[in-house]
């Protein structure tokens, strides 16, 4: 059902085109820029030759005519576009190429100044180079020609906000390093070199055996209690409590201490008169 | 059954709709146009719920905008043709319109004319007038300036699109990253005003004039997005005849119908705010281990940030959760960024993304920022202001080793005082033995 209207658009197809194009004797020239030759060779359409290779001052010609069938008489198309494409990038660049009226055409590229269409390149990138000729009259005639590497275009200057409309680099804080501290150990070593007077205290004291007989005395422990209650507190101050909790208990405390140790000295006072 | 299919497909079709934000559409249609010729795009509009009025470009009524307020969510500008509009279209008029957030949908003209002086202001770059789109591939009976185009996916054009037909002009889109081409043009395609072999030289002097002497290849755009910064969309679309039921329904070269009908209904669906649309629904931020907000963070504490996103669902007009962005990312940021980080999808828990973090070690007034910008999608934009601060006079650890001696001689020094006092205080002779002597 499908193949006989395909025919019929076929030859339909066929003829509104006069005749299909061709491509003769396509060549290309590499030259330096002295005008030495370093490369001439026809384009192979059916094998792709190797790579051509462009210096930053290199020249490249291609040279090629339009024919009307094989062999036929040289014919000027509407467009004739040597298209260059980047397949890392995906971008291409299209530079329309003069063909005089007998279809013959001349393409020169300067890499010292390459065209505004040719497109941006990367160090490693390879640009697809191929033909583009359509006509109004003709069937259009596509060809690939071959691979050129050019050295890398200066990088495109994108939108200065470009840049937050793709995944930014992660970003990571440089943490000033943790403080060092001296060996547990040595630590130690100085603690008990802080403690070390205790030693000789405990010493002169064990030759005076000095007495406390009034430790329990009703009138002095309660100060002498009180005192402590001042050294716990501050402990408690360094283990846990804020400045204006400390203060507050402080003051309470403060206030037992007058009493106490008014109470205290009088009668520490009469001890020493010798009155008891 | 069949008819069941019908009805039910009927249903789901009224069911189905709309845009984020809202229903209405102005349609200034030029003269020359028939509304019947474009009846399959505006029929879908109108059976998807949207509700459209047409006008003439030199009506005055309905406004597009009365008392600087839009009297219409969406506007659609289809007038090729048009050389003077009535005064309440202008440019000027346009681009506020789109600063109150209505959205637009244009057909840009082979001639000069309003739209496309208006596109040159969005870095839009036009080929001169009367050169059309032209591409001779493939062989075709179809003139040269109608051309089948094979879409390249993209956030908007389904990877299953059919080629589809276009014809119009070309445009270069500048590199502003607020554009975005939805379509672009083959590569074998270039403008040029020439219709026989001949004129081939005016495409090599346009070349040779350099900048944008040459519209050709798949760099210039032939549907182009443009989503402003507060989130309103307008779209280019390079020929009116995109839309039109003779496109729709023309078969492509390989004999399947085109994809015409499909791109255009996607391209306005994509203008008028239904597809790609997201929005933050909220954000908060506590420390690993808390539940509840601070009102400032330490240096070095270690911060989780939560954010939960919504994408419009125009099937049921509803905001559902979505967990779908990979690359979104979070910033902590005094002037600059100190902490730039990934913030990924929770798994099993749709629309939430998270992100444990240390504070840096440096206080002062930090933000976390997330700042999404996508082609093709709305912008997420969240910034929360947070003090970070140094430790508290208690809040620095203790007990160091390194303090071991400092807390022994307070420690030992108290002890001393403790001691002294109560020689001092409970010492003294034995009465007993002073009495004796």
């Known amino acids: ?276 | 059954m069949l008819s069941l299919y019908l009805i039910l497909a009927a249903f789901v079709g009224l069911l189905q709709a709309k845009s984020s934000t809202g229903d209405s559409i102005l349609v200034i249609l030029d003269n020359k146009l028939n509304r019947s010729d474009y009846s399959l795009f505006f029929d879908g509009l109108e059976g998807q719920g949207y509700s459209l009025t047409f006008r003439a470009p030199g009506d005055t009524t309905p406004a597009i905008k009365e008392h600087d307020t839009p009297n219409f969510d969406h506007v659609i500008v289809f007038a090729p043709h048009t050389k003077s509009f009535s005064p309440d279209v202008t440019p000027q008029s346009l681009v506020s319109s789109l600063g109150k957030g209505t959205n637009l949908l244009l057909a840009l003209s082979q001639k000069q004319n309003l739209v496309n002086s208006l596109a040159s202001e969005f870095s839009l770059i036009l080929p001169p007038p009367q050169t059309p789109l032209v591409s001779h591939f493939p062989a075709r009976e179809e003139p040269a300036t109608v051309i089948p185009i094979t879409p390249q996916p993209n956030v908007i054009v389904d990877p299953d699109l059919p080629p589809i037909w276009f014809s119009g002009i070309p445009v270069a889109p500048g590199n502003n990253p607020l554009l975005f081409p939805i379509l672009r043009a083959p590569a074998e395609s270039f403008a040029s005003d020439a219709t026989v072999d001949s004129g081939a030289d005016s495409v090599l002097e346009a070349a040779d004039r350099g900048g944008e002497g040459l519209w050709a290849g798949s760099s210039s755009s032939l549907i182009t997005g443009f989503q402003t910064r507060n989130g309103a969309r307008a779209t280019w679309v390079g020929g009116v005849e995109l839309f039109s039921d003779d496109f729709a329904k023309k078969h492509t070269l390989g004999g399947k119908k085109s994809g015409n009908a499909q791109l255009s209904k996607d391209v306005a669906a994509w203008t008028f705010q239904e597809n790609l649309v997201l929005r933050i629904d909220s954000v908060s931020h506590h420390k690993l281990g808390g539940s509840e907000t601070p009102e400032v963070y330490t240096t070095n504490d270690q911060i989780v940030y939560i954010a939960h996103i919504s994408k419009y669902d125009p099937a049921t007009s509803s905001w559902v959760p979505y967990s779908g962005i990979s690359d979104l990312q979070l910033e902590f940021t005094m002037l600059d960024p100190h902490v730039r980080t990934s913030l990924s999808p929770v798994p099993d828990t749709p629309g939430e993304y998270s992100v444990t973090f240390r504070a840096p070690d440096r206080h002062g007034v930090f933000k976390f920022v997330i700042d999404y910008r996508r082609k093709g999608w709305s912008t997420l934009q969240s910034s929360t202001t947070v003090p970070v601060v140094p430790p508290r006079h208690d809040g620095y650890p203790r007990f160091l080793s390194a303090a071991w001696p400092y807390y022994t001689g307070a420690i030992s020094t108290s002890i001393g005082f403790l001691l002294f006092s109560l020689l001092w205080l409970a010492g003294g002779e034995d009465k007993a033995k002073t009495k004796k002597e």
Request: proline share 9%; aromatic share 10%.
């Open chain 1, 1 to 276: 059902m499908k193949s006989p209207m395909l025919v019929v658009l076929l030859a339909f197809v066929a003829s509104t085109y006069a005749a299909a194009l061709a491509l003769q004797s396509p060549k290309f020239t590499v030259s330096s820029p002295n005008g030495d030759q370093i490369r001439s060779e026809p384009i192979s359409l059916t094998k792709k030759s190797s790579p051509v290779r462009l210096g930053p001052q290199d020249v490249l010609r291609v040279t090629f005519q339009v024919t009307e069938n094989d062999g036929g008489t040289g014919v000027q198309p509407h467009q004739a576009f040597l298209r260059f494409y980047d397949n890392i990038s995906g971008e291409d660049g299209l530079q329309p190429v003069r063909v005089t009226s007998n279809g013959k055409a001349r393409f020169e590229l300067n890499m010292a100044r390459p065209p505004s269409s040719f497109p941006p390149t990367s160090p490693d990138s390879v640009l697809k180079v191929s033909l583009i000729i359509g006509s109004f009259v003709h069937k259009p005639l596509a060809v690939d020609l071959f691979d050129l590497i050019v050295p890398a275009s200066q990088p495109v200057a994108s939108h200065p906000e470009e840049v937050y409309y793709h995944p930014q680099p992660v970003i990571e804080h440089t943490f000033r390093p943790e403080q060092k501290t001296p060996p547990a150990f040595i630590s130690a070593v100085f603690s008990a070199l802080v403690l070390a007077p205790w030693v000789v205290l405990v010493g002169l004291w064990s030759q005076l055996s000095p007495k406390v007989p009034n430790l329990f005395s009703l009138k002095i422990i309660p100060f002498t209690a009180t005192l402590g209650a001042f050294e716990l507190l501050l402990v408690w101050y360094w283990v846990d409590l804020r400045l204006g909790q400390v203060l507050l208990y402080g003051a309470g405390l403060g206030i037992v201490a007058v009493f106490t140790g008014k109470t205290a000295l009088v009668q520490v006072g009469k001890l020493r008169k010798g009155s008891i």
